[in-house]
């Protein structure tokens, strides 16, 4: 009897053409997506009942002669039906251009631009600072299982856990700038200021109150996980035989945990970008943030369906970008998952 | 080598696990319990009993590394000084050390290389001198544990006894799993180990290998010594061994005519059995 050979395993590929075709793929999938959440938004708008005229003059609607509004109307080419709106938007689009804000009466890509860079300033720091705070607190927690630190990390994490975002700002709010006045009740720079005139301090005086908000309730999640994580690596067969080999507490961490914890703390933390542009989007609200959160939430209110989709596409990237990212980095971390990739 | 003292000497050595029961009541559990045995350095000493009867604990045992609701009793000498459990903590990874069951033993996310290396005594030269006498290659170094078959495997577990230069090692079923002439390849580490002047004290449920390996054979059945036999005479008849369980276990092997003996449980006659332990080299 002969027993059938198994067929060869695949060429390891070189490197970087596996990089290459991984990206490939990924962008052909993050084109899918940004069709799909165009359309989506199209549709959503086509069954708003807000008439972005309506909304962009407010309450002078009556004493607007007709001919007027008609014009504006053909100016932001609200009198086509959806389906051609879109076409010719799909049109510009391709042509570099994403159309021109109703409410802030600019291009989008200009208005995304400014806002972004202030959103970008406050993410950035409530991200990195809930991620190192989070893994840190989640290390401290497993290495003193069962102790008072470790009950009051718990305790904290379950509590945040499950605060809502604008209740926490809210409080925050109440206790440090109507109570003790050390923070400014909003805005992203004094009021009386130009954008010009603010100075680097005004930002990041500005910027403390929100970032720690969205800090705050950011800290949970990566931190219970990277805690249950930690444990279980300690618990684990190669953690017993470390200790059987004379390895201490600290070398324990520092030869076995580290490395095994921190690919679900890298996974963890790409995928509350997502959280983190729906947390600010909040956070903005309540501190009048000048931020891309805010401009979206005007974008629907108002009825402002090219800057919408173009935040909408645009968020949709910057979550997509993340997990690519989360992804490129496993890699890295795991030899397993980098081994994984050359076959397929 | 009666009159020295020996590396390792467990006297009476008892272990049981506190649990909850039913409500706040606890039960304990004794899972050995009246161990006696002796390692003498340059020997390879075999525990050998059933699947589940509790010898990998007492391996965990001498080094320290029971789990926190587990409580000890009589005592674990070593080179004639008690083992305390800070002793045990200065004593293991350096004169005492584990060969552990299997692959899950290692870090999934470590090279074999830095895996061999003592996490206690940083060198570069040992880990090498170990992967040529084990024959694991230059490439095997910077391997994963995932990437290593199994021969390579128990190899890379055994070296790691060897780069902490212990005087005592003790081998956890080494071989379970393993193709014939990796299990023969594993009892040469092993006997090398011991012609290195260490100690082996090898915790296994196949008699056959200690056959094979051993000096002297301990035979443990529920948590008892049942006695502990020369190994060669133990293999050449059963008329050399006393217990009926010891008996019973040879005329068990397929060279022996695979003979079982049905319905009968040794653990009551073991109270009533022989002088379990004190027989040494015949």
Not at chain 2, 82 to 111: A, F, H, N, W
Not at chain 2, 147 to 174: C, H, K, N, W, Y
Request: aromatic share 8%; hydrophobic share 45%.
């Amino acid at each position: 009897m002969t027993i059938p050979l198994k067929p060869n395993p695949p060429l390891a590929l070189p490197r970087f053409v596996i990089l290459l075709r991984y990206s490939g793929k990924k962008a052909l999938r993050l084109l899918l997506l940004m069709f799909a959440v165009s359309v989506v938004c199209f549709v959503l708008m086509k069954f708003s009942p807000i008439d972005p005229i309506e909304a962009y003059i407010g309450g002078e609607h009556a004493s607007l002669p007709p001919e007027q509004i008609e014009h504006l109307r053909e100016y932001w080419g609200l009198n086509d039906g959806f389906a051609v709106r879109y076409v010719k938007w799909i049109r510009g689009l391709l042509e570099g251009n994403m159309g021109t804000s109703i409410v802030y009466n600019q291009p989008v890509a200009d208005v995304i631009a400014e806002k972004f860079s202030a959103s970008l300033l406050l993410m950035g720091t409530s991200w990195a600072l809930s991620g190192i705070l989070g893994f840190s607190m989640g290390i401290i927690g497993a290495l003193n299982r069962g102790k008072l630190v470790d009950k009051f990390i718990k305790l904290y994490c379950l509590t945040l856990a499950s605060a809502p975002i604008f209740w926490v700002g809210i409080l925050l709010l109440i206790v440090f700038s109507v109570w003790l006045g050390w923070f400014p009740i909003g805005l992203s720079a004094p009021i009386d200021a130009t954008a010009a005139e603010a100075t680097w301090g005004d930002r990041l005086y500005h910027l403390i109150l929100p970032a720690l908000t969205l800090s705050l309730t950011g800290v949970a999640s990566i931190a219970l996980h990277t805690r249950q994580k930690l444990i279980d690596v300690l618990d684990s067969d190669y953690a017993l035989f470390a200790k059987a080999r004379g390895a201490g507490k600290w070398l324990l961490f520092k030869r076995h945990g580290f490395k095994n914890i921190l690919l679900p703390a890298i996974t963890l933390q790409f995928g509350t970008i997502a959280e983190l542009f729906g947390g600010s989007t909040l956070a903005e609200g309540i501190f009048s943030y000048p931020g891309l959160g805010k401009a979206v939430v005007e974008a629907g209110i108002r009825a402002d369906l090219p800057l919408l989709v173009g935040i909408a596409l645009f968020a949709s990237a910057f979550v997509f970008a993340g997990n690519f990212i989360a992804n490129l980095l496993y890699a890295a971390v795991d030899p397993r998952i980098r081994e994984g990739a050359r076959r397929i | 080598m009666g009159q020295r003292i020996p590396l390792l000497e467990v006297k009476d050595f008892t272990l049981q696990f506190k649990q909850y029961g039913r409500g706040l009541k606890q039960i304990e559990t004794r899972v050995i319990s009246g161990f006696t045995l002796d390692v003498h350095a340059g020997e390879i000493v075999a525990v050998v009993g059933a699947s589940g009867s509790g010898k990998s604990l007492l391996a965990h045992a001498i080094l320290g590394i029971l789990p926190s609701n587990a409580a000890t009793g009589g005592s674990l000498k070593f080179k004639g000084e008690e083992l305390s459990q800070s002793l045990k903590e200065r004593l293991r990874g350096k004169e005492i050390s584990l060969i552990p069951q299997s692959v899950s033993y290692l870090d999934p996310l470590m090279t074999t290389g830095k895996q061999i290396e003592s996490p206690l005594r940083k060198a570069a030269n040992a880990v090498k001198s170990v992967m040529n006498r084990f024959q694991l290659g230059d490439d095997a170094k910077n391997k994963y544990p995932f990437q290593l078959s199994g021969g390579m495997a128990r190899r890379v577990l055994i070296g790691t006894a060897l780069t902490s230069g212990a005087e005592l090692v003790i081998a956890d079923e080494p071989t379970p799993g393993l193709h014939k002439s990796m299990v023969d390849e594993t009892l040469g580490s092993l006997k090398e180990l011991a012609a290195l002047g260490r100690g082996v004290l090898m915790i296994t449920h196949d008699i056959d290998l200690a056959f094979v390996v051993a000096d002297r054979i301990a035979v443990f059945n529920k948590g008892l010594t049942v006695e502990v036999a020369d190994a060669k005479a133990f293999e050449a008849s059963p008329d050399n061994v006393k217990h009926p369980y010891s008996k019973a276990l040879w005329h068990a092997l397929p060279q022996n005519g695979f003979h079982s003996v049905r319905g009968k449980d040794y653990g009551e006659e073991i109270d009533a059995g022989c002088d379990a332990g004190e027989e040494d080299d015949a």
